[in-house]
C-alpha cells in the first residue's frame, strides 16, 4: 500500500486533506507522463507468491511471526493472516535464459524457507486457497498482527456499516447435480487471507501502457481458467478458481443497497478498454473514497520543479486499497520512478515449474497481443473480457470464453490454437532461449491437452476418496498432504498420477 500505516483512527479532517493530497499527486502524475512517452529499454518481469503454512496435520499453522523470524529473510513478508506469508522474487529481464534461472531461484529459496519453517512448527504450501481452512480460522484473532491489517478491517467494516457476508454457489458435481454452496456471515475481512495468489509484475513505459493493461484484461479469463487452483473452501466443493469470488466478496465495501445502486467494488475488473495508465488512477480518484487517509508532507510538484522524484505517497496508499485484478503501479527507486502493470489473477502453486509456465504464458502473449498491429481488444466487448474472468474461474477447463475471431470456444482450444503461437512470438521477441521458452510452454500445451490443472486434482482426489469411506474433513486433509507430496517433486501438476488410485473402501 507504498508504506506503513501508524494510525488506527482517522478523522472527517484526515479524510478532506486525503482526498486533496491524492488530487495532488494526480495532477504531478500527468505531469511526469507528459515527458516519459518514448518506448524505452526492454520490460523487466518480477515475482511475488503467496503462501499458506500447514501444521503436520495438514491444518492451518498460525505460526507466520514465528516462521518469518526463522526464515530471516527480507523477501519474504507478512500478509494478513498468521496462516500467510509472502516471498518477493528480485525484478529481471525475460531474455537469454532468465526464466529458466527465475526457476531455480524461487525452487531453493522456497525449499531453504520450507527448511527453516518446519523448525517452528509450519510448512509452505503453494495453493491457490488451502481446503483445511475453516470459519473457525477465520477469526479476529488469527490476523497477523501489523497494524496495517487492524486498520484495513475496521475501515472497511466503517464504511459498509454491517457484517460481511459469503455468498458462494458451487459448480454441479457428478455426484452433486445441483452443486455445494457456502453462507456464512463474518465479522472480519479475514476470509481473503484465504486467497493466495501468485502476483506476475512487468515493468512497461508510459507510452506502452495501456496497450499491455488492456491485453492482460483480455487473457485474464484464460488464465484463470488454464491455472485454477482453489476448488474447495471452509468444507464446500465450489468454483474451479473460488479465489474470485471470495477476494471479491471479503473486502468489499458496500451493503446491499448501494450493491443495488451500481457502486463500484473495491475488487474490480474495471469497465472499459484504457488509452493511459492515467485513466486507471484517475478512475481511482473519483469512484473510491479513503480508506487509510495517511498524508505526507510532501509537495510533489516542488519535488518535481527541485529534479527530484516524487513518492506521490497518497496515490500509492489510495492505489493499495482497491484491487484491481490488474493493477497499476507507480513506484519509486533512490533516484528514479517507473510504472508497472500487476497481474493478479492466478492462484498460487501446484508447483514452481507450473508457476513459472502460467509467467511464460502470460508475458509472452501479453507481449505479443500489445504490441499486434491491430489490437484485438478493438475487436471485443469489454463486458466480454469481463465476462471470460467469471466464467474461467467458476469452471475451469470447463468454460466457455468469447474471444474475437472465435466467438465461444472452450479454454483449451483458445490457447493451443490462438495464444500459444502469440506466446511463442512474443518470448522470442523478448529474446528468450527458444529451449527454454519451449520448456515453460511446453507444460502449457500439455496441460490444456489433459484438462488437469490444480483444481482438476484437487476434486478428483476429493472424490475418489469420499468414494472410499471417507468424510470430507478426511479426504480434505489427506487430499492437502498427497498434493504437498507431488508439490515437492516439481513435476507439472498435469503428470501427477491419479488420485485416489490407491484407494480402497474402509
Sequence with gaps: MGREVTSLVFTRKD????????????????????????????????????????????????VNTSVLDAI?????????????????VAPRRLDGDNLATLE????????????????????????????????????????????????LDQQIFAARGEDIELDIAGVALAQQPDGERLAVVTDTILAEAACTSTQLH??????????????AQMLAGVQ??????????AGRALWHETRIPLFEQATDTR????????????????????????????????YFPALLPECTDEDPHAVISAGGVPELAELRMHNGTIYRWNRPIYDTTDTDHHL??????????????????????????????????????????????????????????????????????????????????????????????????????????????????????????????EAAGEDRDRALAGMVADYLERMHSDAPVHTWDSPGHHLTNE
Excluded at 495532488?24 to 516519459?36: K, P, S, V
Excluded at 530471516?72 to 518477493?88: M, S
Design 15 to 62: 479524510r478532506q486533506v486525503f482526498r486533496e493530497k491524492v488530487h495532488a499527486c494526480l495532477d504531478a502524475l500527468a505531469d511526469l507522463l507528459a515527458g516519459e512517452e518514448d518506448a524505452g529499454a526492454e520490460p523487466t518481469v518480477g515475482l511475488e507468491v503467496e503462501l499458506n503454512l500447514v501444521d503436520g496435520e495438514c491444518n492451518p499453522a498460525m
Design 72 to 88: 530471516a529473510d527480507p523477501a519474504y513478508q507478512t500478509e494478513l493472516g498468521q496462516f500467510n506469508i509472502e516471498v518477493n
Design 104 to 151: 531455480d531461484e524461487l525452487r531453493t529459496t522456497l525449499n531453504q524457507a520450507n527448511d527453516r519453517a518446519a523448525a517452528v512448527g509450519g510448512r509452505l504450501a503453494l495453493i491457490g486457497i488451502l481446503p483445511t481452512l475453516r470459519k473457525q480460522h477465520l477469526q479476529q484473532r488469527w490476523m497477523s498482527s501489523d497494524p496495517r491489517y487492524t486498520a
Design 202 to 215: 512487468l515493468q512497461v513505459s508510459p507510452r506502452e501502457f495501456a496497450a499491455h493493461w488492456n491485453s
Design 224 to 233: 484463470v481458467a488454464m491455472a485454477a487452483n482453489s476448488p474447495f473452501f
Design 255 to 286: 451493503p446491499l443497497e448501494l450493491r443495488n445502486q451500481g457502486v463500484r467494488p473495491r475488487v474490480w475488473f474495471g469497465e472499459r478498454w484504457i488509452s493511459s495508465i492515467f485513466d486507471l488512477f484517475e478512475e481511482n480518484s473519483r
Design 340 to 465: 508497472r502493470l500487476e497481474n493478479r489473477v492466478l492462484p498460487a502453486g501446484p508447483t514452481v515449474r507450473d508457476t513459472v509456465a502460467d509467467a511464460a504464458f502470460y508475458y509472452g502473449a501479453v507481449r505479443a497481443l500489445a504490441r499486434a498491429e491491430r489490437p484485438a481488444w478493438s475487436r471485443m466487448p469489454f463486458e466480454a473480457a469481463a465476462a471470460n474472468l467469471q466464467e474461467g474461474a467458476r469452471h475451469g477447463f470447463g468454460a466457455r470464453l468469447y474471444w474475437p475471431d472465435r466467438g465461444w470456444t472452450s479454454p483449451s482450444d483458445l490457447v493451443l490454437h490462438t495464444l500459444l503461437p502469440l506466446a511463442h512470438a512474443g518470448l522470442d521477441s523478448l529474446g528468450v532461449d527458444p529451449r527454454v521458452r519451449d520448456t515453460y510452454l511446453g507444460v502449457v500445451e500439455d496441460r490444456c491437452r489433459t484438462g488437469r490443472n490444480g483444481a482438476r486434482w484437487q476434486r478428483d482426489a476429493v472424490a475418489a476418496r
